[in-house]
């Protein structure tokens, strides 16, 4: 071979070098992690879940391409505690935010014009998040949406707990106006407020959230098309107020039968019914916007795209939701601040090309707490030692003879009332108004076997005296008392032992 051939095949086989690298690069790169949670959103409020009323045709081709779960549990019965379940990897007993609520009252540093709100209790800096953990292998993260574990400058500031990019509500509270007149935007330790002019308090306003949201997911995947990513996007729907643009209502118009606003709270909606479904059909429509860049980007592939809520439907009581009329809730008993199965068993469903398969259904008995190891067995990283959760990565993989199952799954929320659950195989035990000064024996345990009685209906704690004590010894082992989140009953028990 001549010089000048011999340098000709060494440039043919740089250039060949250069070409393929990038894709086995990409194929070698750990896999991209979207995290989709809806606010609110009822187990049977998903066309793949039974829905009728409500189309939600992105989210069910999840379902449809890979997997279902009919056993999920969210971390607990309302918002922040179940974020910090799921952040954590720790169960309600174990778990630093165990109930909604706001720090002691902070100066107002805002003018009235921007609305401001003092945001959660913040986790602390001692805490691994699923972000934190991500770092390990150089993920890009972002959350973008409702946040409310923490206010900005606090230990639980997003950029604090291994977030890069968070965009959108810091404070629950804040996000109860879908037309907010400002949004947070946090990066590298800077945070400011995005205005939104046009906007207040009203039925449609000029700019709502829930796009602001995706536009920003849209412009994060782009930015990191090129690397591992971690997009949690917890959504502020279709939580109330009932807003929703007025194109989206149309849609249902005169074809839900309505009724008029008659619930207290929240913002008055002229057809409350059709303004609901409007608000679960526009996610829905973001949702099949992500999945479509994904796809654009040639991503799909090394993509797990996961779509969960993060309690139960509302309470039918409040601002025009009507959990009775769409059976939000299926054929669960209890709403949104309940441990029965209404207001915790949540729809999930996950989609992997190539990895999950298509039209899978599982009832493997899972909780936020999970979602954690789940995500360091996908990603090849490694969770903290101290966490309650197992992965359900074999489940999704199909690999069923390696997964692991809990002995049990605990909750507990010294709020409405005061409750405590725990489910065992197919027992199911809950305390219910361990706060109430009127009940006179707070541990006070009911039984229900979901195996017969989904809808827990009877009561069989007097049948199975011994199963009732095997479960109350778990209730009572399974929790650490919490100086910042107290529960009376509970704290006393321990502080006898």
Not at 253 to 275: Q, S
Not at 300 to 329: C, E, K, Q
Request: one cysteine or more.
């Amino acid at each position: 071979m001549t010089h000048r051939s011999l340098r000709s095949h060494h440039l043919v086989f740089a250039l060949v070098c250069c070409l393929v690298a990038p894709i086995l690069d990409a194929a070698e790169r750990p896999p991209n992690v979207i995290y989709l949670l809806a606010d609110d959103l009822g187990y049977a409020e998903l066309g793949c879940y039974g829905q009728k009323w409500i189309k939600t045709p992105h989210i069910d081709r999840i379902a449809h391409e890979g997997i279902r779960f009919t056993n999920h549990y969210s971390g607990n019965a309302v918002c922040a505690p179940s974020r910090c379940n799921l952040m954590t990897g720790k169960h309600p007993g174990h778990a630093f935010i165990r109930n909604n609520g706001n720090p002691p009252a902070r100066r107002n540093l805002g003018t009235p014009e921007q609305l401001y709100f003092p945001g959660q209790f913040p986790i602390p800096s001692n805490e691994v998040t699923i972000q934190e953990m991500l770092k390990q292998k150089k993920y890009a993260t972002a959350a973008i949406g409702k946040w409310g574990l923490g206010f900005e400058g606090s230990t639980g500031d997003p950029n604090r707990q291994g977030v890069d990019l968070f965009y959108g509500f810091l404070c629950q509270v804040h996000a109860h106006n879908h037309y907010p007149k400002f949004l947070w935007h946090l990066r590298n330790g800077n945070a400011k407020k995005e205005m939104l002019s046009g906007n207040d308090r009203t039925l449609h306003g000029k700019t709502y959230s829930q796009d602001r949201f995706i536009d920003v997911a849209l412009e994060f995947i782009d930015q990191n098309k090129d690397r591992p990513f971690f997009l949690y996007m917890p959504f502020a729907i279709p939580h109330l107020s009932i807003q929703a643009p007025e194109a989206s209502v149309n849609e249902y118009k005169d074809v839900i039968p309505e009724e008029a606003y008659k619930h207290r709270g929240y913002l008055p909606h002229p057809t409350p019914r059709a303004g609901y479904a409007a608000m679960v059909t526009h996610m829905d429509r973001g949702v099949g916007q992500i999945m479509a860049r994904v796809a654009e980007l040639g991503l799909d592939a090394n993509t797990l795209i996961i779509f969960t809520s993060d309690n139960g439907p509302t309470y039918n009581r409040l601002g025009g939701s009507d959990s009775d009329f769409f059976a939000s809730a299926g054929n669960f008993r209890g709403l949104k601040g309940s441990l029965y199965e209404g207001g915790i068993r949540v729809p999930m469903v996950a989609r992997w090309p190539g990895k999950i398969k298509a039209e899978s259904v599982t009832d493997l008995p899972s909780a936020f707490w999970d979602v954690m190891p789940t995500i360091a067995e996908i990603t090849g990283t490694t969770p903290p030692e101290k966490i309650d959760g197992i992965s359900f990565a074999p489940t999704l993989l199909g690999e069923l003879d390696r997964q692991e199952k809990h002995e049990y799954l605990y909750w507990e929320f010294a709020a409405y009332g005061g409750q405590q659950a725990v489910r065992q195989g197919n027992w199911k035990a809950i305390r219910q108004n361990m706060l109430k000064k009127s009940n006179q024996d707070p541990l006070q345990t009911e039984l229900y076997d979901l195996a017969n009685d989904i809808g827990e209906q009877h009561n069989v704690a007097a049948q199975h005296p011994d199963v009732i004590a095997k479960l109350n010894v778990i209730m009572q082992q399974a929790r650490t008392p919490s100086d910042l989140f107290a529960f009376g009953p509970l704290d006393e028990l321990e502080s006898r032992q």
